[in-house]
């Protein structure tokens, strides 16, 4: 009984800490913005493995900085009401239990769990922007939307390698604690440079690899990596590939 009460709070605690998440500081300085944005969008997940994916925003004062009509009026919070079309087995979770920020305050929600079902999912960040007028206060509701996750079945479909391209592989595990696999498709032998950078684009970690014609395999030791979100690539001079990795001990 002891055993089975310390492997259910193993579990409860792991869950936690994947869902939860610490606003980024790279952000502090920034007056207003969400990221990822819609262009950068969020990763690819496949069935059956885990997903952890972290949006960051910084709440601005002026109203103006969300919606141009409302320049001028101050913001007071804004609370994220919902995230609409979630694909099936992930879920939500904000740095706090209201998921609600004051302004020129850092804010982050996770998007965490094991997706189920194949698909392109368009996600929209619906949320109530509470500002001010004439002292008394006002809802305005908003939604950050044009995201999508695409969920896909697991595996590299070796197709088309008299093609020049090279296709790199989503990592497994993502989140990684202590090591991850990464597989990538190169369509000839041929040296390439792997490398992972932070969000500032600073290198944390850098190789020369031999490739083989078809499914190469890099396993990266991220057990002296900082919690937080990285960017993997491999570059042959000519393609480049790269995809997001977060690290979570």
């Given at each position: 009984m002891k055993n089975f009460i310390l492997s259910l709070t193993f579990i409860f605690s792991l869950s936690f800490c994947f869902s939860q998440c610490v606003p980024d500081s790279i952000y502090a300085d920034s007056?207003?913005?969400?990221?990822?944005?819609?262009?950068?969008?969020?990763?690819?997940?496949?069935?059956?493995?885990?997903?952890?994916?972290?949006?960051?925003?910084?709440?601005?004062?002026?109203?103006?900085?969300?919606?141009?009509?409302?320049?001028?009026?101050?913001?007071?919070?804004?609370?994220?009401?919902?995230?609409?079309?979630?694909?099936?087995?992930?879920?939500?979770?904000?740095?706090?239990?209201?998921?609600?920020?004051?302004?020129?305050?850092?804010?982050?929600?996770?998007?965490?769990?094991?997706?189920?079902?194949?698909?392109?999912?368009?996600?929209?960040?619906?949320?109530?922007?509470?500002?001010?007028?004439?002292?008394?206060?006002?809802?305005?509701?908003?939604?950050?939307?044009?995201?999508?996750?695409?969920?896909?079945?697991?595996?590299?479909?070796?197709?088309n390698l008299d093609n020049s391209f090279l296709s790199l592989q989503n990592a497994i595990p993502n989140p990684s604690n202590e090591s991850t696999k990464i597989q990538y498709l190169n369509n000839k032998v041929e040296n390439v440079v792997f490398e992972v950078t932070n969000l500032l684009g600073e290198r944390i970690y850098f190789e020369y690899v031999n490739s083989i014609r078809g499914v190469n395999e890099i396993y990266l030791n991220t057990n002296e990596f900082k919690n937080g979100i990285y960017i993997y690539s491999v570059n042959n001079g000519i393609d480049k590939s790269s995809k997001r990795l977060v690290v979570n001990h």
């Open positions: 007056t207003f913005g969400v990221w990822p944005t819609p262009q950068t969008n969020f990763p690819p997940g496949d069935v059956g493995i885990p997903y952890y994916e972290v949006v960051n925003f910084k709440v601005p004062r002026d109203a103006g900085a969300i919606d141009s009509a409302a320049a001028g009026t101050f913001i007071d919070s804004i609370v994220l009401t919902s995230i609409s079309n979630i694909p099936p087995g992930l879920s939500y979770d904000c740095n706090n239990s209201s998921c609600s920020w004051r302004y020129d305050s850092l804010g982050c929600a996770s998007l965490s769990g094991t997706p189920t079902t194949v698909g392109s999912y368009q996600i929209s960040l619906d949320a109530t922007v509470w500002t001010q007028l004439f002292f008394t206060p006002f809802p305005i509701p908003y939604s950050f939307d044009g995201y999508v996750i695409n969920i896909g079945n697991t595996g590299i479909k070796i197709t």
